[in-house]
């Protein structure tokens, strides 16, 4: 008796579980149907989508913006010597931040996840690039003389901040996705031969094909966008 009481007490329970399961399921798919979520989600999606493309535009038209300002800059020095200085000085400041555009011989290297599968000795995590990979890429060729950096047209300066963000690995606060393009200005034979030295970086990766380096006679790197700071100011110089 006291074994039937304990038998007809679970499947009670398991009826009244069962249940709750089934009305909690119908009532999660009536608030999915109610709430439109596939219909939000596209919204977002093509939401997302625009503002990508404001922020090019907008991006365009502050390269637009900065070359003006260098035209008149260069019209404003040639009014006079003492003026001219000014800019030139003006003009070297922008150079050396990185706020103006370069160009000379260097190397161009692209970065891409594996496309093999992984193997015994390999786990997938390897076969994909990461943000720290980007690093030492840049710590290597800056160490090797590299002049101007741009990863995916990202200016590489001392602000830069390259760091994983979801799917994406973000530089300046804007993600970029595999492949990653990095151009470095600079002597194409050094920098090319620090990065592929014996145990060096390309070395260090599992499979060849996720690294390739090319030499260029002419490389354009793209310029930084100016920064705004809100609580650094320059300090008054003593009187």
Request: with cysteine.
């Amino acid at each position: 008796m006291r074994n039937d009481s304990w038998i007809t007490k679970i499947t009670i329970m398991s009826v009244i579980l069962g249940m709750l399961l089934a009305v909690s399921l119908k009532t999660q798919q009536q608030v999915g149907v109610e709430n439109n979520v596939p219909t939000n989600l596209r919204a977002l999606i093509d939401a997302l989508r625009d503002s990508k493309q404001q922020n090019k535009m907008l991006k365009d038209q502050v390269g637009l913006l900065q070359e003006k300002i260098t035209t008149y800059e260069k019209q404003v020095g040639e009014g006079s010597p003492r003026a001219g200085a000014i800019i030139k000085e003006l003009q070297d400041a922008k150079f050396r931040a990185g706020l103006t555009p370069v160009e000379g011989a260097g190397i161009v290297l692209q970065l891409r996840d594996s496309p093999e599968k992984p193997s015994s000795g390999t786990a997938p995590i390897d076969l994909i690039i990461h943000d720290s990979d980007i690093r030492n890429f840049i710590n290597e060729l800056v160490n090797a003389g590299a002049e101007a950096i741009s990863v995916n047209d990202q200016r590489v300066t001392s602000r830069s901040a390259i760091r994983c963000a979801g799917n994406n690995i973000q530089i300046n606060n804007w993600p970029l996705v595999a492949p990653y393009e990095i151009k470095a200005v600079g002597d194409p034979k050094t920098l090319e031969g620090a990065l592929r030295m014996p145990q060096g970086i390309v070395d260090s990766f599992p499979d060849s094909k996720m690294v390739t380096i090319k030499q260029e006679n002419h490389i354009m790197v793209k310029p930084a966008e100016l920064t705004s700071y809100r609580w650094a100011k320059p300090m008054e110089s003593s009187r």
